[in-house]
Every structure is written in structure tokens, then in C-alpha cells.
């Protein structure tokens, strides 16, 4: 289950480029005169007087922002990246404050910068903002986890490059299952069942956030039954019993979660200490962990809730975009398939190197030596919400879900009540 170093994979950079002036007209040759050339040929002067005249191309500038990344080294990663491109000058900027503030009122403001990360919005999509990345992908669109591709799709297009994913895991510890006879659990009733069985000697089952699990599982819960934030782009996904029916299931794992606990489900210190069984967290824990843990650690995906649903590991990412107001936006275009698409060895090394994250090309991600399990679970179960998944919509299920759980309410009631919210923030979407 360890990350360890991967060997750097160069690939072939195209060099080419199309010449972007041409001579136009023609030399017109007198036929009058003494000094008229009889061979036809124009005379040597004017020959070398149209080559020397021929402007030449200058390179291409770009600007690439990125925001401060927490890691010691990747910021000096980039700017090295951007140094080795060789069809452009590539100023990296390194936003300190505010990162998403500043890059919203840069869109709307003009060319700068030509290429930057963040995550597809939907505003930004019809306000004309992003440029579509779909002849960037070309064959290789089949590289990526459909659903993570589908959270870089509006309407049918794809406006950002994945390049590198974050994912949530459950995380338990082996030899507590063991003592409890109980098997890492693979569906949801597994999953209470285990929890209530490990309950014991001031332990808990499960830790998933000092709200129940609201706001962390939410999407995990629909996957377990096999439905979604939003469906063929324009309806509510979980606008079924099915929906009800998951929820209650963490409904009776109330009492073997714990709450009120120092940290919340992000940070793993409820679980590195001891105080819990098993918890939801960040993949990128893995370090810490495993230094008190050592091998007596396991990882799941979120348990499915029968055989009609599906595990799954949520999954998000920043990805390479294009602004649409760029000078250069082909230019641009050329630099993010060259950087996110061709050098997997630079993917590798930004997805490895600067804490446990996964590549997001599937070939990159196969690489990794020797397979590990998250790898694994990505690849098998990962999933992402999609833009038109709003902080509204969000706000509206996580709520009833907290209700839910916490508060003991009508799974269906519930449910409905943030059914109709998101299709009433749905509706304002396409207006």
C-alpha cells in the first residue's frame, strides 16, 4: 500500500508548428530596358531582398497560474515544467491569497492568465469564459474515469484536463476487525453491522464527520444505490425510493458513530488515536497513518447498498483550462496537451512526489509500482460530482440527510424535501 518513487516516462514532443506568415504577391520583372534578365530568374539582389525582409515568428508568451499549493516543492516543480516546454514562454504565477477570488475577476477582465487550474463551473461555461478541450483529448479521452471527465463536461463539451486526483476512502484497522470477527465490510448492512460489533471499550465503529456523516457521505450513499447528483445532465439523480432506503441505512448507524470527536472527518487524528474502528478520510492521510499503523491498515471503498448499486471513492481534482479571452488560446491548447496529455512523466512525479495523490490518466496509473489498492479503487470505483452540482443543491441534501441521521426524521420526507429544492436549483440553472 505504499506510494513509492515511479520511474519518469518521456514521451515524444511534437515540435512542429505551422508557419504563420507568408509572402504574399508576386515580383513583377520589366520588360523594357537594357537591364532586363533574359533567363527569366529575378536578379540575386532582389531575391535576397525578399528573404531578408520575411518577418520572423516570435515566440508565443503564456501565462499559467496556479494557487499555493500546501506541499514543499511543487510550486519549484511547475516552474520547472513550464521551463522545459520549448513552443512557448511560460511564466508560472503562484497565487498566495485568495486564489479563486483573484482568477474570477482575471477571467472576466481580460487575456490573463492564458492557462490556469481550477474546477469547471457552470457560470463560467455560459459566460463564454473556457475554451472546449475536446480535440486537446482526442484519443485518449478514454484514458480517464468516466466520471471524472464527465465532471469537466457541459453540455456535451469538456473544458478542463484532470491533473491529479484527491479520493476518500474508508480506512480500517485490521487487527480490530480480527478480534471482532468481523469482515471488512462490503455493503451497507455489512458496514452497520461491523460498526455495532466493533463499538466497544470506549471504541467506536465509525467515524465520518462530528455531523453523522452528513456532508462526507452524502454522494456515497447515492452511489451505494446506484443513483447520482444529477442524471442525463438536467434531472435530480436520486428522485427514487432507492434514495430513502440508503439513507436510513445510515440512519442505524447512529450509535456506533462517533461524534463530538477533537477533529473533524478530514483529519485522521480520531482514528490514528485510537477512538475509532474505522474512519472516512482523505487518501492523502495515508502518511500519517501509516506511521503509527504500519501494516495493521486496510482501505475500502464505501460499501454498496446491495447488488443494484455500487461501491465507490469519491474523486476530485483541479484541472488545466484555457481562458477563452487568451491572445494565444491555441497556443495554450498546444501547452496543456503537451503538459497534462504527452510528458506522463511530469504527471507522475506532480500526482507522487508532493504527497500521496493518484495520476489521472489510467495508463500513468498503472505504472505505479507495485499496484496499490487506492490505485485500484479508482480506477474500479471512482466517482465525482458533476458542475451542474451546486453549493445549493449541495446544501439543501446534505441537510436533509443530517436530519436524517442525527435526528432520527423521515427518510422520505426528507428525501423528497431535497428532491424538489434541487429541482428548483436545477431549474434556475437552465433558465
Not at 512526489?353 to 505505479?368: E, I, M, Q, Y
Amino acid at each position: 500500500m505504499r506510494f513509492t518513487a515511479l520511474a519518469r516516462v518521456s514521451l515524444v514532443r511534437k515540435t512542429s508548428r505551422r508557419a504563420f506568415l507568408a509572402l504574399a504577391g508576386a515580383t513583377a520583372l520589366s520588360a523594357c530596358g537594357s537591364n532586363t534578365v533574359q533567363s527569366g530568374k529575378p536578379p540575386p539582389s532582389t531575391a535576397y531582398s525578399a528573404a531578408a525582409t520575411r518577418p520572423k515568428p516570435k515566440p508565443v508568451d503564456l501565462s499559467q497560474w496556479y494557487h499555493p499549493y500546501p506541499e514543499p516543492g511543487v510550486q519549484e516543480a511547475v516552474t520547472r515544467y513550464a521551463a522545459a516546454y520549448q513552443k512557448a514562454k511560460v511564466a508560472v504565477q503562484w497565487n498566495a491569497d485568495d486564489y479563486e477570488t483573484k482568477l474570477g475577476a482575471a477571467l472576466q477582465a481580460g487575456p490573463v492568465p492564458d492557462v490556469f487550474e481550477g474546477r469547471v463551473t457552470l457560470d463560467r461555461v455560459r459566460q463564454n469564459l473556457l475554451v472546449p478541450l475536446d480535440d486537446v483529448l482526442g484519443p485518449v479521452r478514454g484514458d480517464f474515469t468516466p466520471s471524472v471527465l464527465a465532471a469537466q463536461t457541459v453540455d456535451g463539451k469538456t473544458y478542463g484536463i484532470p491533473q491529479a486526483l484527491d479520493t476518500q476512502v474508508l480506512f480500517y484497522r485490521k487487527s480490530f476487525l480480527q478480534e471482532a470477527g468481523v469482515q471488512p465490510p462490503q455493503t451497507l448492512d455489512e458496514l452497520v453491522d461491523a460498526a455495532r460489533k466493533l463499538s466497544k471499550d470506549g471504541v467506536k465503529g465509525l467515524f465520518a464527520g462530528n455531523d453523522a456523516g452528513a456532508a462526507a457521505l452524502a454522494g456515497p450513499m447515492l452511489w451505494a444505490a446506484g443513483l447520482d447528483y444529477v442524471k442525463d445532465g438536467k434531472s435530480v439523480g436520486f428522485d427514487d425510493p432507492r434514495a430513502a432506503t440508503a439513507f436510513a441505512k445510515l440512519r442505524d448507524l447512529n450509535g456506533s458513530l462517533l461524534l463530538g470527536a477533537p477533529a473533524d472527518w478530514a483529519d485522521p487524528i480520531p482514528f490514528i488515536d485510537g477512538l475509532v474502528a474505522m474512519q472516512w478520510t482523505w487518501l492523502g492521510n495515508l502518511p500519517k497513518i501509516q506511521d503509527t499503523m504500519k501494516d495493521d491498515l486496510g482501505i475500502l471503498p464505501f460499501p454498496r447498498l446491495d447488488a443494484a448499486g455500487a461501491p465507490s471513492v469519491p474523486v476530485s481534482c483541479l484541472s488545466a483550462m484555457v481562458n477563452a479571452k487568451s491572445l494565444n488560446p491555441n497556443a495554450a491548447k498546444d501547452f496543456v496537451r503537451w503538459l497534462w496529455l504527452e510528458r506522463t512523466d511530469f504527471q507522475q512525479e506532480f500526482a507522487t512526489k508532493f504527497g500521496p495523490h493518484l495520476p489521472a490518466r489510467l495508463s500513468v496509473l498503472d505504472k505505479l509500482t507495485p499496484a496499490n489498492d487506492a490505485a485500484r479503487l479508482v480506477k474500479e470505483n471512482g466517482r465525482a460530482a458533476g458542475p451542474l452540482w451546486t453549493p445549493a443543491a449541495n446544501t439543501a441534501l446534505v441537510d436533509a440527510l443530517g436530519r436524517i441521521v442525527r435526528d432520527g426524521a423521515d427518510p422520505v420526507a426528507e428525501t423528497k424535501a431535497a428532491v424538489e429544492a434541487v429541482k428548483a436549483e436545477l431549474g434556475r440553472l437552465s433558465a
